[in-house]
């Protein structure tokens, strides 16, 4: 990551802070008061995997979704309600409003962000596609409307390489951004010719590749399990590499009884939830304690809390947590959008 991307994050990151303690008590008065204003709202909760298991039990207990980001879009635009309450990281929120511009989308707080976002700003990012018009640009779903505005691609982690082999194939140059780690790796596995952003995820980054080597033998029978955007050090020590769709699968399918998870931690939520007999232990991180950046937890994940949620939906104006995309913007970003849904419906069929 660039000096001044490291800069803008660690900003970001001064501002972050989790949720306060609430007594049990609080916690029902929270959840039975949301559950109603969702109904006099006609709103519906989308959740990401990495939020905290409250909120991605009470988004599946009021007929929301806890899903990938993708999948988060997808099902807000295909369900009937007329709002939509994302709890997740920013981009998450626009990438639900390209999706349904006719909808009102809010979300708990809109200070929550995303490293990968926030360490690819719009200008700079065009400045360097420009300075490779010959490539074909591709950018990860973790990227703002403007970055997406710009691509060629939008794609996920669950057919990166798919998709990255399919333009290899018709002889395209690649310009990856914004995760270097999963540009890499994507690089690594398809042979392409993929120049990567100098961009990373904070939570993925700090996984690393000795204290998991000492956690594996810890627990010889362990599966590893390990998201792409970690570094190569940490992917060539995996059993399975994969999204978070992909990761949670992989738990559910192998006969491990342990697993090894190097992904935010957020993600035990589900896979605990199905499947309840196995163990999945967290995978060690660079720091400790008030030293570590990240601990296996998104800072900006945490921030989606059942406080700020009700206050999202007390509110029935609520424009200081709504997210706006311009619609010219919007048409524009939809575009490579789209390019990934035909891609990986294509992959589907």
Not at 165 to 188: C, F, M, N, T
Not at 308 to 320: K, P, Y
Request: charged share 25%; hydrophobic share 40%; proline share 5%.
């Amino acid at each position: 990551m660039t000096v001044q991307a490291q800069e803008i994050v660690r900003a970001h990151l001064a501002g972050t802070g989790e949720q306060p303690e609430l007594t049990e008590d609080q916690r029902s008065l929270y959840r039975q008061r949301i559950k109603q204003r969702l109904q006099e709202r006609d709103a519906v909760l989308v959740a990401h995997y990495y939020t905290d298991p409250e909120i991605q039990a009470l988004a599946e207990e009021t007929g929301g979704c806890v899903a990938d980001s993708l999948e988060m879009a997808r099902f807000g635009r295909d369900h009937p309600a007329s709002t939509l309450i994302v709890e997740g990281v920013r981009f998450m929120g626009e990438t639900a409003k390209i999706l349904s511009p006719e909808k009102r989308v809010f979300m708990p707080t809109l200070e929550a962000t995303c490293s990968l976002d926030i360490g690819c700003p719009e200008d700079d990012f065009a400045a360097f596609c420009d300075q490779h018009p010959d490539r074909t640009v591709v950018v990860y779903a973790n990227t703002s409307a403007a970055v997406k505005a710009r691509a060629d691609w939008v794609v996920t982690s669950s057919i990166a390489v798919e998709l990255i082999e399919h333009l290899d194939q018709r002889g395209e140059k690649i310009l990856w951004a914004p995760d270097k780690h999963l540009g890499s790796y994507v690089r690594d596995k398809t042979g392409a010719d993929v120049l990567c952003w100098d961009g990373a995820c904070i939570v993925h980054e700090e996984f690393k590749a000795q204290g998991l080597l000492d956690l594996k033998a810890a627990h010889p029978g362990a599966a590893v399990l390990v998201h792409p955007e970690s570094p190569a050090s940490v992917v060539e020590i995996a059993d399975v590499v994969g999204s978070t769709s992909q990761l949670i699968k992989a738990a559910t399918e192998m006969g491990n009884d342990t697993f090894i998870v190097a992904t935010d931690k957020g993600i035990f939520y589900k896979m605990q939830q199905l499947a309840p007999n196995k163990t999945f232990v967290e995978a060690p991180t660079g720091g400790s304690g008030a030293q570590c950046r990240s601990c296996a937890h998104c800072p900006w994940m945490a921030m989606n809390g059942l406080e700020n949620t009700l206050a999202v939906l007390e509110d029935d104006n609520g424009r200081g947590q709504e997210i706006f995309v311009d619609p010219t913007l919007a048409e524009q970003a939809m575009k490579p959008l789209d390019r990934m849904l035909d891609f990986g419906a294509r992959l589907k069929g």
